[in-house]
């Protein structure tokens, strides 16, 4: 179970077109755009069992939504900057923030892999809107060397109830955004990752929404880097709902990161700090100023820090695996 305090027992090299991940066999293909001119039309030619989406490098303009389970996308281009998946909707445009998405998977069982997928609103529009790149509800999902690029919101990272958490795991990604651009009530692990902060009067990283002591849900963060632009003050992050649940653990900070690490939601109106849970361990770099975090964050022990590593969050790891790290 997963308490305030611990949670107890609750990417592959960069595929070139003549070696896919090995989890990417005897599965049905279709190919893009040598089969179909679009990622939509890829998808919608796929059983409802899933399958295999190569994309070639390029850049696919299009929003879509993919119930379909076991499906996987694969960026065939060197790197994941090669394929370029990318709609511009905000919450204001579509009518909600989850409407926003550029892409919105529920189905179980999705992977990408040496993509990027973007909401490139903000770079269009002046006034500002939560934008989202990615909306998440996938159990059993694999997210290795993907971009995800947006501002505000880009990464919804939730579970489809609150009592059955969705299952995700992050490997060598690269996320960018600034308010609150990590957010929902998923049970995720960020692997390694590269998270940056972009220029903003002030930013959060994690919004974490658990509603009760009683949901195993938290985002971890094991040993990623943290770089910032510009000179505003920016924050781990802050809980959206009373018990949101992040933990850092061995994180590189090489950017700005305010030396109390953590916010409440509303100052003065809210008091989620009574009952979040945000903790620390090892932090390195620039940022790691662990003697002026708020009294309400906890620096875990080795210990306590243990408790969170992946052997522990995922103690069943099959769904994850064949991955071969880099």
């Known amino acids: 179970m997963i308490t ?17 991940p090995s989890w990417a066999q005897s599965r049905p293909t279709v190919r893009v755009p040598s089969q179909y001119k679009t990622v939509t039309e890829a998808l919608a030619a796929l059983p409802e069992t899933g ?7 390029g850049t696919y303009r299009e929003k879509w939504s993919l119930s379909k389970t076991d499906v996987h996308l694969i960026g065939t281009g060197q790197n994941p900057e090669d394929v370029v998946l990318v709609w511009g909707d905000s919450a204001k445009m579509a009518g909600g923030t989850g409407k926003s ?70 490997r060598d990604c690269y996320i960018e955004g600034h308010v609150d651009f990590i957010f929902g ?3 995720a692990f960020f692997d390694r990752c590269a998270i940056h902060i972009i220029a903003r009067e002030g930013a959060f990283i994690t919004a974490h929404s658990r509603t009760a002591a009683s949901e195993t849900t938290a985002y971890v963060f094991d040993h990623c880097t943290v770089t910032t632009a510009g000179d505003g003050n920016y924050y781990f992050g802050r809980a959206w ?13 090489e950017g700005r990161i305010h030396p109390e690490g953590w916010r409440e939601w509303t ?17 390195t ?38 991955f071969s790290p880099s």
Not at 247 to 253: A, G, P, S
Not at 291 to 320: C, G, H, N, Y
Request: overall charge positive.
């Open 4 to 20: 305030r305090r611990l949670f107890i027992g609750a990417v592959a090299t960069v595929a070139a077109v003549a070696s896919p």
């Open 51 to 57: 399958g295999i989406v190569e994309i070639a490098p």
């Open 101 to 170: 998405s550029s892409f919105t998977i529920t189905g179980d069982g999705f992977r990408a892999h040496n993509l990027t997928m973007q909401n490139d609103y903000h770079l269009n529009n002046p006034e500002p809107s939560q934008a989202v790149a990615l909306y998440l509800t996938s159990d059993r999902a694999v997210l290795t060397k993907v971009r995800l690029l947006g501002a505000q919101d880009t990464l919804y990272a939730a579970s489809k109830k609150p009592t059955q958490p969705s299952r995700q795991y992050y």
């Open 185 to 187: 009530n998923a049970l």
């Open 241 to 253: 709902r009373p018990y949101g649940q992040v933990v850092f653990l061995n994180t590189k900070i």
């Open 267 to 283: 100052p003065g109106k809210t008091e989620t700090y009574a009952t979040a849970h945000f903790a620390e361990y090892g932090s």
């Open 285 to 322: 770099g620039p940022g790691a100023n662990d003697k002026a975090r708020v009294f309400w964050a906890d620096m875990l022990t080795a210990e306590e820090a243990a408790q969170w590593r992946l052997e522990a969050v995922f103690p069943d790891r099959s769904w994850i695996m064949p």
